[in-house]
Each structure stands twice: as C-alpha cells, then as structure tokens.
C-alpha cells in the first residue's frame, strides 16, 4: 500500500513539473466549434494572436463545426487535460443543455472554466434583395410571405438559433430552419440569395452592412449601438418587440482535471489579451465588448454561465425545440 502511495506521489509530482513548465514551447489548439470565417472563429484568432504572445508559444485554431457546437464541446471535453486542447464557445454552452436530450458532455462539470472574453451585439439582416428597407417593412414582408421565409442558422443551440427563435416566438410566425456549421456559410447563402433572413453577431455583419451587401434591419440588444456603421439600427425593443434582449458572450475552457497551475497560466494570458490594444481595436470596431470585469475569473465565469443557464432554460423549453 505505501508503495502505491509513493508510486502515486511521484506521478504527481511529475505532472506537477511538466504543469510547472507549461507550455513548454509546444501548441496549444484552440477548438472553435464553428466553420472557419465565421464570428467566433474571429473572436478565437484575434484573442490566439493576443494570448500568445503572454504565453510564448503558437495557439492554433481548429474548427471542428456541427451540431450548434456540440460536436467540437464534446472533443474538447474527451481531450487530455494537459492545458494543449481548449475550447473557445459562445452562449451555446448554456443553452446547449435544454436543446439537445443527450449531450455526451455536462457543460458544468466536464470543463474547468478559464474565463469569458467579450460580448457581442447581434444583428438582423437580409438578402440583398428582400424588398424591405426597414424594419416595419420587413414585419409586412414577413406578415405576407407566411410559410415562405427561411431563416438560417448555425444548428440549434447557436446564437443565431436562439435569437431566431425569440424573433419567431415574438412575432407569431414560423419560418424554416436552414441550419449550416457556423454563420460564415450562411451569411454566404444569404448574400446568393439561397435564405432570406439571418439574426448574427456584429462581428461577422458589420462590414457586410457597411459596404451595403445586406439589408440590416434591427440590432437585438437594449440600447442602440455607438459603432459608427450600426448606430442608426433601431433596437429590436424600440421597434415594437419590448423586453427583445440577446447578447452573445464567449469564453474559454479546458477539460476538466487541467492542472491548477496550467489553468493560471492560460487565465493570464487571457486576462493580458483583454488588455492587448490590437486585440481591443480589432474587436471594437466590429461592436464586441471586451470583458474587463470579475467573470475573466473563472469562478464568476462559471458563475455566469449557471445563470445563463437558469435564464435560457425555460425559455428554450417554453419554445418546445429539441434535438436528439
Ligand atoms: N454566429 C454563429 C452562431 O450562430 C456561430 C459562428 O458561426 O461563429 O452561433
């Protein structure tokens, strides 16, 4: 027994040194659960550049896509926990509980939480050619195309999903899911016409509203926004749909049994990103805010997410909308 005992104390120990000389030189893949191009995509390679350079080595991303995120949260929670796999997921991990029922992973309890990064306006955009210029025109689109309308998303429990939801359930209108890997697809369809409305994050509309590619209709947080090529949108709230509020967050995570000096690591590289002026710039003028409060910790990250769960929870299940 005391052999064993030894035996056990030495292999800790040995994590213990290798935790000590993280990263020790080697890449760390970051695991974004959506296509390539897309918002979150973005926010991870702006936020791998930042990160870094604090932690001396190269953050490669890998977009491991499907399933509103729950194929690429699922790799990263089978993943060794040596602190070389994170996950960079937005507002998907909590909602991903009450859409899909059965998730190979508990969102809770498979991942130690590193830290959140930014919050992210949405927007709500449509083909170039919708012939609706506004938002009030496009409720008339919408009243007479009933049965018509197909609105993309990135798979249920992505952002895209969620907000497509609460506009549906809003207006008392159903439209036909067109789901796709991630936003940068379905943006593309909407640009060729393939759906006709989207509900995505600034970050990935807002240099396609400037240039006048797509119709823009609403942004869907509270206040309007200050970002010079969004701040005429009306909220969706002051359009008539009262108390319509989403904001997408990200954060980081890793499997859980990371080691504690690991994780410290890399919450320090994220909270030195946070305060990266490339970073800030890239990101602000697309409309995200940079996380700069408590919940870059991660207890109050995961403290955050609980209640997004509690928030998002009846909601999603009030809608009746399920995956298997
Ligand atoms: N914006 C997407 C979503 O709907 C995700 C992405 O493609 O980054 O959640």
């Not at 040995?14 to 695991?31: E, I, R, S």
């Not at 067109?178 to 006709?196: E, F, M, R, S, W």
């Not at 408590?294 to 998002?312: G, L, M, N, Q």
Request: charged content about 20%; aromatic content about 6%; proline content about 6%.
């Amino acid at each position: 027994m005391k052999k064993l005992f030894a035996l056990a104390a030495i292999a800790a120990a040995a994590v213990g040194a290798h935790a000590q000389d993280f990263p020790a030189g080697k890449t760390v893949t970051l695991v974004v659960p959506f296509a390539a191009g897309g918002p979150t995509d973005r926010v991870a390679r702006d936020l791998a550049e930042a990160m870094q350079k604090t932690l001396g080595t190269t953050i490669v991303v890998d977009n491991t896509a499907g399933a509103g995120s729950s194929i690429g949260t699922a790799k990263v929670a089978r993943a060794n926990p040596d602190g070389y796999t994170l996950l960079l997921n937005h507002i998907g991990m909590s909602t991903m509980p009450a859409l899909y029922r059965k998730l190979p992973f508990n969102v809770e309890t498979d991942f130690e939480y590193l830290g959140m990064v930014n919050e992210v306006p949405m927007t709500l955009i449509g083909k170039p050619g919708l012939p609706a210029n506004n938002y009030k025109e496009l409720t008339t689109w919408i009243s007479a195309n009933k049965g018509k309308i197909n609105l993309g998303n990135a798979g249920l429990g992505a952002a895209s999903h969620l907000c497509g939801l609460l506009f549906q359930s809003a207006l008392k209108v159903e439209m036909t899911p067109v789901p796709y890997k991630g936003t940068a697809p379905a943006i593309a369809d909407l640009l060729g016409g393939q759906i006709d409305l989207l509900c995505d994050q600034t970050t990935n509309t807002t240099s396609q509203i400037e240039a006048k590619k797509v119709k823009a209709y609403a942004v869907t947080t509270s206040k309007r926004l200050t970002t010079p090529a969004l701040k005429d949108l009306p909220t969706l709230d002051e359009s008539g749909l009262k108390g319509f509020e989403v904001t997408i967050w990200h954060g980081v995570y890793a499997p859980k049994g990371t080691p504690a000096p690991v994780l410290k690591k890399l919450n320090d590289a994220i909270k030195a990103a946070m305060k990266d002026p490339g970073f800030i710039q890239r990101e602000e003028a697309l409309g995200a805010v940079i996380t700069t409060d408590k919940r870059t910790e991660p207890a109050e990250h995961k403290k955050f997410v609980s209640s997004e769960i509690a928030k998002w929870g009846p909601i999603i299940k009030a809608a009746g909308v399920y995956a298997d």
